[in-house]
């Protein structure tokens, strides 16, 4: 089945910009969803359709992809981004289709 | 506008079963597909299954074959979320989501405490 992977943390300065990263096999040829996951709280679609930004959220997050590699990208970081980050593709080739999440990226903002 | 409200949290003994319900409203109930996901403590997002009202086919993957049991209450808008054979490693909180895709709308959560 397929598999996706994502670095457990990223660290990033105010202002600064966080990328994170999903791995997969020509993940280019896939839809990326990404969310948001702030403790006590459930997700949040950031992204869809890679690169797709739902109504409500900022300009400042954007999604790509190319090759086995989705990015979120996240400039001027703020405090308020602190969260986990999940990217999330569907598995139509697997013995049952499937949702296929990444295994989680903590952003922490320094 | 889309809600999904859970039912509240929930302890169980090794062994036992637990029933959680999904209750929308907003939408086109079988319009969109709902899927189970949960969180474990120090864990990630994991998959469980789906079910797709317009039919009332649903399906679960790995470890929750034959543990799952994802139900329908068309009438009254509701999905139902039943896990068997609970051991320690279920506890974690539970969501509910319609897809869109993708999973657009979430419910807000369900913790399921196994202890003994």
């Known amino acids: 089945s397929y598999v996706v992977t994502q670095p457990p943390s990223v660290s990033t300065a105010p202002g600064e910009t966080a990328n994170i990263t999903c791995g997969g096999d020509?993940?280019?040829?896939?839809?990326v969803h990404w969310y948001q996951q702030r403790p006590g709280q459930a997700p949040v679609v950031v992204i869809s359709?890679?690169?797709d930004r739902p109504s409500g959220i900022p300009e400042r997050v954007s999604g790509s992809s190319s090759g086995n590699t989705a990015t979120l990208t996240i400039s001027g970081v703020e405090a308020g981004d602190e969260a986990d980050y999940f990217c999330?593709?569907?598995?139509?080739?697997?013995?049952?289709?499937?949702?296929?999440f990444g295994g989680g990226t903590t952003l922490t903002v320094l | 506008q889309v809600h999904l409200v859970q039912s509240g949290a929930e302890v169980r003994e090794p062994g036992a079963s637990v029933k959680i319900s999904c209750k929308t409203s907003?939408?086109?109930?079988?319009?969109?597909?709902i899927h189970w996901v949960r969180r474990a403590p120090g864990q990630g997002l994991e998959w469980m299954g789906r079910?797709?009202?317009?039919?009332?086919?649903?399906y679960s993957v790995g470890e929750f074959q034959g543990r799952l049991t994802l139900t329908l209450d068309t009438s009254i808008t509701t999905a139902y979320m039943e896990l068997h054979r609970l051991t320690f490693d279920d506890t974690a909180v539970y969501y509910c989501?319609?897809?869109?895709?993708?999973?657009?709308?979430w419910g807000q959560g369900t913790l399921v405490t196994v202890s003994p």
């Open positions: 999330q593709v569907w598995d139509p080739d697997a013995d049952l289709p499937r949702v296929v």
């Open positions: 020509n993940i280019e040829f896939k839809a």
């Open positions: 079910t797709n009202p317009f039919d009332n086919f649903s």
């Open positions: 359709y890679t690169s």
């Open positions: 907003g939408y086109d109930f079988t319009g969109h597909y």
């Open positions: 989501a319609r897809d869109a895709p993708p999973l657009i709308d």
